[in-house]
């Protein structure tokens, strides 16, 4: 490393021997710039070379850097040099085609100069005047995803809704379940706060009980309803009803459901209609997390999953995992912005202004968790208009074909299963009991193959426990992802089973 | 606008006219990025041209834009023309050298090259495993920033504490209000939410009331001290402790205190050290909001503001506000991970990983709201490096040095006053109500003069209003900001002062 020598004081010569420091001259700017464009479009030209999951060891990095930083500057290629050294190495490479761990990150050049120009504006949009297009662009984006989705217009700026840009599902979550819980206790009084339930399956993803304890749900009144493989492991309207009914009973407020299309285990899709229905019988904010599976609802024949969302209240998706977006990008609609502004907002006198006061204009403060925030819809507006609805419509469905040709391998494989059906992208399998037998048990010896898999550097996959029982996660969608690297990653699987069976 | 003609349905021509989609083709990607370089750099070098603050009206952009996305792709260049044409004019620029509103938001090339790299990557980093890199670059980077402000070991990773990046001022205060708040009802349990009471002065950032609220801490036990002009708008120990001490009296229990180093309206500071014998007393989470303030304290003769800052709970700065960092940045210490981690952990099956159940390394999705995160820490590393240590303590003393200038050119000008003395970079002034008295009252003329000002498109500068009197802020430090722009600002307020006392 370069700076080894730089200790954290000032050295025995003059700092007047540091020529003056101008650390954004347009030309050294270009320079740097222009030279990291390369070094990044080498990096995707050559990332199939590097082990998808990083097989560095915990610490490796302290070990290898100053323990303080550097007095003095260092070259850019100093820097590069140790990207290329000590920091590739320790990467766990998510946009590699061989990625198919989790659910994808996906990104496109037309999302990478989006971000480009959402960083160099360095605006802080935390009112309108602030940065006008910063809002404005944001407010037309969400509309035009809005109709892509073919949401009802009470979802719109253009009817009587409208939607944010929120970095995480968890923000989106978040904020929706604080609007509901102060319209609640606004009627009902702060103390009440105790009576207060919330609702999700033991599917939703994880980050709803964080939002509870962050907004301050008790604990013990976070009711996660079980799901079972008879039902795809999708949320019963049944048991729903049933939960909420007792809760009345024992006096009880039933606050918040949390559905989900397309959740992180299985991509199961809670069914919408009957779920409203329950909500709507209770008086019950309904949110949906799409955040993976939303996406795919631009296509025509993956709308029906969100039918009945118009009795929702709000609705949040995520175009960085599957509209080539980059992180992060998480889109929120809601019906009743009045609700999220009566929550969230905050009128310091020095942010006060004439549009601001004249209600004209939207304050994307009060619809977050924080005051500032980025010029966040160019990206996505990079994304739309380079791609057009047609080429987006197209990834999705490449992507969902690729899972299919994978889908068909396990199928033809009479040592493996499909353990629930694949609705997205995403394939669920593992070995069969009866070829574990022989060997150990069924959890054991998919144990076995996802590590062997994992430990070649050549594909990156992951697990999940459903239902008690215990599955491989093939989800197809990197950005780079063709199908001949979904053959190969079956052929390596293939032949890691060959490895574990014999015993090696 | 290039998209008008493209409707949101398939048009009549067939889909397969539509070439192969590819949408990271790597010399595609290394095109469009050299020339999305070389339209920031021109950006940069003309910036000067463009008026500071937007000069659009409420609404401008929608009637510009195409109500829908279009179906088919549009050209980078048509793209890049509608930046040109349609969002630049609606920019507030904040990186103008005329820009000295609010506080500046700072950047550097360094940041740039860096924030490209973290985005590049795409890595989801909310485990060690997920991006072993990112999660140890953010450790040591944070280790290192600790070093250059004198933090003590307690609130390092080679001490007992650590560092973590969050997005804003506004997430660092929720969590660690969160890890306290649990803290405390884990011992008195849930239903004592209702007792729990946090504080903070009259000149606290509006965020912190919004993170109560959040956090579901009842709106009436939210205690709010008022300062005065005579102690310089710093929060008073004395009222501190006669408030608290009237909780305990009342039954109620002090949770958490939120001092400040360097406030919004008037760069204050709070006196950590006799606030620290008070939130000590009464068993309280000291947290240190210094997102602005404590930048300076990388200089040895600005430390001195943070003195007692060992016996607080945590710490927050942003470097995106002083230290060239671009958004977001806001930087997090604390003394007690293991309470955040208690506060904010999940551990969904999907998640589980050797490392983790090791507890060898550090998962940061337990140290924040959401789940996913980017490399943070690279865009912070680049910085450190190519400028050292020197360099940005010469960028702070170089922005107090202008900001004394003007402060000097104030008090040449006997028709205008400073309000506060200047701490940091930051002038509050205004015109005397003396001189005002002969036109309206001093309010009425001071916005005259601001409005004046602004609308002339030069300069931006915000007010804000502290103790009742109307005040002009005048923030010095975007990183283009030169000698000669805060000679030029001061001449057009003098100009402005002149037509506006002649009733213009």
Same mark, same amino acid.
């Given at each position: 490393?370069?700076?080894? #020598?730089?200790?954290?004081?000032?050295?025995?010569?003059?700092?007047? &021997?540091?020529?003056?420091?101008?650390?954004?001259?347009?030309?050294?700017?270009?320079?740097? $710039?222009?030279?990291?464009?390369?070094? /990044?479009?080498?990096?995707?030209?050559?990332?199939?070379?590097?082990?998808?999951?990083?097989?560095?060891?915990?610490?490796?990095?302290?070990?290898?850097?100053? #323990?303080? @930083?550097?007095?003095?500057? #260092?070259?850019?290629?100093? /820097?590069?040099?140790?990207?290329?050294?000590?920091?590739?190495?320790?990467?766990?490479?998510?946009? &590699?085609?061989?990625?198919?761990?989790?659910?994808?990150?996906?990104?496109?050049? @037309?999302?990478?100069? =989006?971000?480009?120009?959402?960083? @160099?504006?360095?605006?802080?949009?935390?009112?309108?005047?602030?940065?006008?297009?910063?809002?404005?662009?944001?407010?037309?984006?969400?509309?035009?995803?809005?109709?892509?989705?073919?949401?009802? %217009?009470?979802?719109?700026?253009?009817?009587?809704?409208?939607?944010?840009?929120?970095?995480?599902?968890?923000?989106?979550?978040?904020?929706?379940?604080?609007?509901?819980?102060?319209?609640?206790?606004?009627?009902?009084?702060?103390?009440?706060?105790?009576?207060?339930?919330?609702?999700?399956?033991?599917?939703?993803?994880?980050?709803?009980?964080?939002?509870?304890?962050?907004? *301050?749900?008790?604990?013990?009144?976070?009711?996660?309803?079980?799901?079972?493989?008879?039902?795809?492991?999708?949320?019963?309207?049944?048991?729903?009803?049933?939960?909420?009914?007792?809760?009345?009973?024992?006096?009880?407020?039933?606050?918040?459901?949390?559905?989900?299309?397309?959740?992180?285990?299985?991509?199961?899709?809670?069914?919408?209609?009957?779920?409203?229905?329950?909500?709507?019988?209770?008086?019950?904010?309904?949110?949906?997390?799409?955040?993976? =599976? *939303?996406?795919?609802? /631009?296509?025509?024949?993956?709308?029906?999953?969100?039918?009945?969302?118009?009795? @929702?209240?709000?609705?949040?998706?995520?175009?960085? %995992?599957?509209?080539?977006?980059?992180?992060?990008?998480?889109?929120?609609?809601?019906?009743?912005?009045?609700? !999220?502004?009566? $929550? !969230?907002?905050?009128? +310091?006198?020095?942010?006060?202004?004439?549009? &601001?006061?004249?209600?004209?204009?939207?304050?994307?403060?009060?619809?977050?968790?924080?005051?500032?925030?980025?010029?966040?819809?160019?990206?996505?507006?990079?994304?739309?208009?380079?791609?057009?609805?047609?080429?987006?419509?197209?990834?999705?469905?490449?992507?969902?074909?690729?899972?299919?040709?994978?889908?068909?391998?396990?199928?033809?494989? +009479?040592?493996?299963?499909?353990?629930?059906?694949?609705?997205?992208?995403?394939?669920?399998?593992?070995?069969?009991?009866?070829?574990?037998?022989?060997?150990?048990?069924?959890?054991?010896?998919?144990?076995?193959?996802?590590?062997?898999?994992?430990?070649?550097?050549?594909?990156?996959?992951?697990?999940?426990?459903? =239902?008690?029982?215990?599955?491989?996660?093939?989800?197809? *969608?990197?950005?780079?992802?063709?199908?001949?690297?979904?053959?190969?990653?079956? #052929?390596? /699987?293939?032949? =890691?089973?060959?490895?574990?069976?014999?015993?090696?």
């Amino acid at each position: 490393m370069g700076s080894l #020598e730089h200790p954290n004081s000032a050295p025995a010569d003059p700092p007047s &021997s540091v020529p003056e420091f101008n650390p954004l001259d347009p030309e050294e700017f270009r320079k740097q $710039a222009h030279q990291m464009v390369d070094f /990044i479009a080498d990096y995707y030209k050559n990332i199939e070379s590097y082990p998808v999951l990083s097989q560095v060891q915990p610490g490796y990095l302290r070990a290898r850097l100053p #323990e303080t @930083a550097p007095y003095r500057p #260092e070259s850019f290629d100093t /820097i590069l040099n140790d990207v290329r050294n000590d920091i590739i190495p320790g990467m766990t490479h998510w946009l &590699s085609p061989n990625f198919f761990a989790f659910f994808p990150a996906t990104v496109s050049s @037309a999302a990478f100069v =989006g971000e480009m120009l959402c960083t @160099a504006f360095n605006s802080v949009g935390f009112n309108w005047l602030a940065s006008p297009a910063a809002t404005e662009l944001e407010m037309v984006v969400m509309d035009w995803l809005a109709n892509m989705l073919k949401l009802p %217009k009470i979802f719109m700026f253009s009817g009587s809704g409208g939607g944010v840009i929120q970095n995480t599902t968890s923000e989106s979550i978040l904020v929706t379940l604080i609007a509901a819980r102060d319209r609640s206790l606004n009627t009902i009084g702060s103390d009440k706060i105790s009576k207060l339930v919330v609702y999700s399956s033991d599917q939703t993803h994880s980050t709803f009980k964080k939002a509870c304890k962050i907004a *301050g749900i008790f604990p013990c009144n976070i009711r996660t309803i079980p799901t079972t493989v008879d039902t795809h492991f999708a949320l019963s309207p049944v048991l729903l009803r049933m939960t909420m009914e007792a809760d009345v009973s024992s006096g009880y407020i039933p606050l918040y459901l949390c559905a989900t299309v397309g959740t992180t285990s299985t991509t199961s899709v809670d069914p919408l209609q009957s779920l409203a229905d329950v909500a709507n019988d209770y008086g019950v904010w309904l949110h949906v997390d799409a955040a993976y =599976g *939303g996406n795919a609802c /631009i296509c025509p024949e993956f709308r029906h999953f969100l039918v009945g969302i118009e009795r @929702a209240d709000s609705l949040s998706l995520s175009p960085h %995992k599957w509209l080539l977006s980059y992180l992060d990008c998480c889109c929120l609609w809601v019906k009743r912005p009045d609700l !999220l502004v009566k $929550a !969230l907002s905050t009128n +310091p006198e020095y942010l006060k202004n004439k549009p &601001s006061e004249s209600d004209s204009v939207v304050d994307y403060k009060d619809w977050q968790v924080g005051t500032g925030r980025k010029f966040k819809a160019v990206r996505l507006w990079f994304v739309l208009r380079s791609y057009g609805i047609t080429n987006l419509q197209s990834h999705i469905r490449s992507d969902v074909r690729m899972a299919k040709m994978f889908e068909g391998f396990v199928r033809s494989d +009479p040592r493996f299963e499909i353990v629930v059906p694949r609705l997205f992208s995403l394939v669920c399998f593992r070995l069969t009991r009866c070829v574990c037998s022989e060997l150990g048990d069924t959890e054991t010896m998919n144990r076995k193959l996802l590590e062997w898999v994992n430990l070649t550097g050549q594909v990156y996959m992951t697990h999940t426990i459903v =239902g008690g029982m215990y599955m491989l996660r093939f989800a197809v *969608g990197t950005t780079l992802t063709e199908e001949r690297h979904v053959i190969a990653a079956w #052929e390596l /699987i293939r032949g =890691g089973v060959d490895k574990i069976l014999k015993g090696c």
